[in-house]
């Protein structure tokens, strides 16, 4: 039986590669769910001194990989194909000019037969090489980047990419540590963890772990990881872009045409009357680009509650972002006293599903509800 993965690297330092002899990779490999193939590029080189360097055209710093060797590197890869077929491999390239390498691209890569991966070094490749994979090899080429760092070059980070993706695949890791990444999915870090023993150094495990209390540690942890995401990863509680060009203010009364539109088109029935009724009961937030309406969402208090309806959003923008922004917008309408948002959509899309999920809403008695608390 064929691996479940093949993979090819090619690197000037074949060595700095031997990590994937060892722990999990080795014994998947061992295992035969993984084929994994390392070459020395200075191998496909035709000179005395197994050049794969020169200086770059237009001048600056630095030298460029050549185009030859790296050509017929890949050549010789694509042509391991076994038994020969129109299989290609899918060639990854870590530079830190890439596309972020996120969870979502391990879990795709994982799903590939077979990956090569281009280890560049000095300033980097010579462009035309990944024209020459495309149009030539007829290979899908993906720029990857670990971070918004330097190294000195590709294989440190396809380490981490091989390890990333080889866990993913079946078979290389038991199912309860596979479970371990589902939780990073909804976007929030993880909450700090304690072992035995309770006592440690003068220092103890916070009480409500040892409480035997389930809902008030489910709660405690998921403010632990509030206030872990705010502290380190600010970025993931308030996600950037819907685009700088979209204004959210609140619906007066000229806006109800254009809401109920909006409204019927998201397959909501509201009539203009009951619009209007609400507008002096709670707050309905608009969100416009160059004068388009694009969505809308309705908070209500009541107590400690502020009641939130499903974002409606115009069908050709019916994505996450849009959504999760009038959420957020939502939230930030939360004035003090309110305890808890309460969000009713009994019967959401996956993908709405989500999003409420990011923006901290949990399922609680056939609600979704975002508990607030003070890091918000
Ligand atoms: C540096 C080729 N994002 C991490 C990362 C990955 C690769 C490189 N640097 C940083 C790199 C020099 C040459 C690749």
């Not at 769910?33 to 020395?40: K, N, R």
């Not at 281009?118 to 290979?139: H, M, Q, S």
């Not at 990857?144 to 330097?150: A, E, I, N, R």
């Not at 899309?349 to 003070?374: C, E, H, M, N």
Request: glycine fraction near 8%.
């Amino acid at each position: 039986m064929p691996a479940a993965l093949r993979i090819d690297v090619v690197s000037i330092f074949p060595d700095y590669l031997s990590p994937l002899d060892l722990s999990l990779i080795g014994k998947a490999r061992q295992d035969g769910l993984l084929d994994v193939h390392v070459h020395d590029l200075r191998d496909f080189t035709h000179d005395r001194h197994r050049t794969v360097d020169d200086t770059p055209y237009g001048g600056g710093a630095g030298m460029v990989m050549k185009p030859q060797p790296w050509a017929e590197a890949l050549e010789h890869v694509a042509a391991q194909a076994d038994p020969p077929t129109t299989k290609r491999p899918r060639l990854v390239v870590p530079g830190p000019g890439g596309a972020p390498f996120t969870q979502a691209l391990a879990r795709e890569l994982a799903a590939e037969p077979w990956l090569a991966f281009a280890c560049g070094r000095y300033e980097g490749i010579d462009e035309r090489v990944y024209e020459f994979a495309r149009e030539d090899l007829g290979v899908d080429v993906s720029v990857v980047s670990l971070g918004d760092y330097v190294l000195n070059g590709g294989e440190v980070a396809v380490l981490a990419i091989v390890e990333a993706v080889a866990r993913l695949v079946p078979g290389v890791i038991g199912n309860a540590e596979s479970l371990v990444e589902e939780s990073h999915e909804d976007g929030l870090l993880e909450y700090p963890i304690y072992t035995k023993p309770r006592e440690w150094r003068g220092r103890s495990v916070p009480e409500v772990l040892l409480s035997g209390n389930h809902a008030a540690i489910a709660q405690w942890r998921h403010e632990q990881r509030l206030a872990r995401t705010a502290a380190r990863r600010p970025d993931l509680l308030h996600p950037s872009s819907v685009g700088q060009d979209v204004d959210v203010a609140t619906a007066v009364s000229g806006d109800l045409p254009e809401l109920l539109t909006v409204l019927h088109a998201a397959g909501r029935g509201p009539t203009l009357e009951s619009l209007r009724a609400e507008l002096d009961t709670g707050t309905t937030w608009l969100a416009r680009r160059g004068g388009r309406l694009l969505g809308a969402v309705r908070v209500e208090a009541d107590g400690e509650t502020l009641h939130v309806t499903a974002p409606a959003l115009v069908p050709d923008l019916a994505g996450d972002e849009l959504a999760r922004h009038l959420l957020d917008v939502a939230a930030q309408s939360a004035v003090s006293g309110i305890r808890q948002l309460v969000l009713d959509d009994p019967r959401p899309t996956d993908a709405r599903t989500r999003t409420y999920r990011r923006a901290g809403y949990r399922p609680t008695s056939g609600y979704w509800v975002k508990r607030l608390s003070r890091y918000e």
